[in-house]
């Protein structure tokens, strides 16, 4: 099962998202800071939306033969979660920026808890963090949260980029540096 996490969609995005899903064969992908439900209709995929009271959200698309499971989602647009195969695929879209970290906190310490208290299954979890786990993932101002270090220690998750890191890759860039929050 080919999986990707794509954020940022816009409307003149769409038709190369659209492209890159037929070419690389992609089984479901993983949408986050999603502002329209017209934006993510596909041909062939089904999809599952979350969008928030900010007019932002998070969405999973997945191919219509793939069937699902147990469907959950987070009232403000911050999470979606499926179980797919056997798999639980939980997208999450955290708040962004120094002045919302203690909500991006409480987001890791309450909300993201809820949505995997009853997962006995496989756990892929993936999206738009807006944090660092280490001092590695940055270049700049490091925005580390101790509330996702402690979720991702207690579930025992694996770092799939550090599994396989030849060299130091960033998702986000700023004119002081650069940061892997993705």
């Known amino acids: 099962m080919a999986t990707i996490s794509i954020n940022g969609i816009a409307n003149h995005t769409r038709i190369r998202m659209v492209d890159f899903l037929r070419i690389h ?17 596909i041909r062939r995929y089904t999809k599952h939306i979350n969008i ?7 969405a999973i698309l997945a191919k219509e033969d793939l ?3 147990n469907l959950k989602i987070l009232p403000p ?21 120094t002045a919302k970290k203690r909500e991006r906190e409480r ?3 309450n909300d993201l808890p809820y949505m995997l208290a009853s997962t006995q299954t496989d756990l892929i979890l993936a999206g738009e963090f807006n944090c660092v786990l280490s001092q590695t ?37 700023t004119s002081t540096g650069a940061s892997r929050l993705d």
């Open 77 to 97: 647009g911050r999470g979606i979660a499926a179980t797919f195969n056997g798999t639980c695929l939980v997208n999450i879209y955290a708040q962004s920026g």
């Open 67 to 69: 069937s699902h499971t």
């Open 107 to 109: 987001f890791y310490n």
């Open 25 to 41: 064969d992609i089984d479901i992908a993983l949408l986050q800071e999603v502002t329209s439900p017209q934006i993510v209709t």
């Open 52 to 58: 928030g009271t900010k007019r932002r959200g998070t």
């Open 137 to 173: 993932d940055s270049t700049g101002q490091r925005k580390y949260s101790s509330a996702r270090a402690n979720l991702v220690n207690g579930l025992g998750l694996t770092d799939v980029y550090e599994t396989n890191a030849k060299r130091s890759i960033y998702t986000h860039y």
